[in-house]
C-alpha cells in the first residue's frame, strides 16, 4: 500500500534567491488551486459540469514548477492533474471555468474533457486523457528547438508515477537521451495511479533512480515543499536551456481527493492512509512558513483567501452565462477539408 509522505517541519526559509513578491505570488497560486479545485467538485455534484479532475496534495509541486517556467520562451506539456502549473504560467481562473463548463469562448471551443488545458498564448500544449501520448509530443517540441538552435528555450513535461509504465515514457526518455535534447521530465508521485498504489505498479519505486539507466541526470525532491520545488526545477531547466540535454526529476506529494469525481477512493485506501498524509498539506504548511517569516501577516493571508475566492464566483458566475457551441459547429475543426467528414 502506499506509504505516508513525510516532510520537513515548516520554519526555516530558504528562498533560492525569490523576491518576497515571487513567495507571495507562489502561495496565491497554492490558494487558487485548492479553491478552483473545491469549485469544481462543488459544480459536479450541482450537476452543472459532467466531471472534474482535483489536485489537492500538488499544489506546492505545481506552484513551485510554474514559478522556474520562463514565460514566452519556454514549452509546457502537462497532464490532467496540471491546474497549477496552468495557472502558474498564466491561464486564468475564467479560463479554467470555460474548460469546465465547456463553453463555447473556451480555447477547444467547449470540445475538449473538462480540466484538459491548452493555450497557444502562454506555450501550453493541447494533450488527451491517455497516459504517457504528451510524452512524446513534449519530447518532439524538444527536437524542434534543438533542430532551429533557438537557445535559452527548454520543454517541461509533466505526469503522475502511473505513467512511467507505459512505453511511450521508456521510449521518449531514451530518444531524449540519445539527441541530448532541451527537456525536464517532472513526475508527480502522489502514490495512486487510480486505485493502484506504487508497490502493485513498479519493482523500483523510486523514478528518479530510471534516470542513470538512460543516462540523465535525476533528482528526488519533496513535492510538498514549492520552493524546494523550484529550485530542482529551475536548475534542471537552465541545464537544458543552456544544451546540457534532459533532466528526470521526481516530487513526492499525495492526493488528497479521488482520482476524479467519477471515483470512489473509500474502496482502495483508508481514511486513516488520508488522514496521516493530510497531515503534511502543502497549503497551511507553506502558509506556517511565510507567517513565521514575516513575508506575510495572518490579514494578509485572510485578505489574500478572500481575494481568491471572490475571483473565483466571478469566474464560475461569467462561465456558466456564456453559451455553447452551436450545433451547426459539430463538425469544424475536425477534419481536414471538406465540412462534412463523410464527403
Not at 514548477?65 to 520562463?70: L, Q, S, Y
Not at 496552468?86 to 480540466?115: C, K, W, Y
Not at 513535492?223 to 541545464?239: C, H, I, K, N, S
Not at 452551436?326 to 463523410?342: D, H, M, Q, R
Amino acid at each position: 500500500m502506499a506509504k505516508t509522505m513525510t516532510s520537513a517541519a515548516p520554519g526555516k526559509l530558504e528562498r533560492h534567491g525569490l523576491t518576497d513578491e515571487q513567495l507571495r505570488a507562489i502561495f496565491r497560486n497554492m490558494l487558487m488551486q485548492r479553491q478552483l479545485d473545491n469549485r469544481g467538485f462543488q459544480l459536479n455534484r450541482q450537476g452543472k459540469i459532467p466531471f472534474a479532475l482535483g489536485s489537492e496534495g500538488h499544489e506546492a509541486i505545481q506552484a513551485g514548477a510554474a514559478m522556474a517556467f520562463d514565460r514566452g520562451k519556454d514549452v509546457l506539456a502537462p497532464y490532467y492533474r496540471d491546474l497549477g502549473l496552468a495557472l502558474g504560467i498564466g491561464f486564468t481562473p475564467l479560463e479554467v471555468m470555460l474548460s469546465l463548463f465547456a463553453r463555447a469562448a473556451d480555447h477547444n471551443g467547449g470540445r475538449q474533457f473538462p480540466n484538459h488545458y491548452s493555450s497557444r498564448r502562454i506555450g501550453m500544449m493541447s494533450f488527451s486523457s491517455i497516459l504517457a501520448a504528451q510524452i512524446p509530443h513534449a519530447v518532439g517540441a524538444a527536437y524542434a528547438i534543438k533542430y532551429r538552435k533557438e537557445a535559452g528555450r527548454a520543454v517541461l513535461v509533466t505526469f503522475g508515477e502511473g505513467t512511467t509504465s507505459e512505453g511511450e515514457w521508456h521510449e521518449s526518455l531514451n530518444f531524449a537521451a540519445v539527441h541530448a535534447l532541451p527537456i525536464v521530465f517532472l513526475c508527480e508521485n502522489n502514490q495512486w495511479a487510480i486505485s493502484t498504489p506504487v508497490d502493485k505498479q513498479m519493482g523500483q519505486p523510486e523514478v528518479w533512480k530510471r534516470g542513470a539507466g538512460y543516462g540523465m541526470p535525476a533528482e528526488r525532491f519533496d513535492g510538498f515543499d514549492p520552493l524546494a520545488t523550484y529550485d530542482v526545477v529551475r536548475r534542471a531547466m537552465e541545464r537544458a536551456r543552456s544544451c546540457g540535454g534532459p533532466t528526470l526529476v521526481e516530487g513526492m506529494c499525495y492526493r488528497f481527493l479521488s482520482h476524479s469525481t467519477d471515483d470512489d477512493d473509500r474502496t482502495y485506501r483508508t481514511k486513516e492512509e488520508v488522514d496521516r498524509n493530510r497531515q503534511h498539506d502543502p497549503v497551511p504548511r507553506f502558509e506556517r512558513v511565510l507567517v513565521e517569516n514575516a513575508i506575510m501577516t495572518a490579514a494578509d493571508v485572510d485578505s489574500m483567501k478572500k481575494d481568491v475566492l471572490r475571483e473565483t464566483n466571478a469566474a464560475t458566475d461569467e462561465a456558466e452565462a456564456l453559451p455553447y457551441a452551436p450545433p451547426s459547429e459539430l463538425y469544424t475543426n475536425v477534419y481536414e477539408g471538406a465540412y462534412e467528414p463523410w464527403q
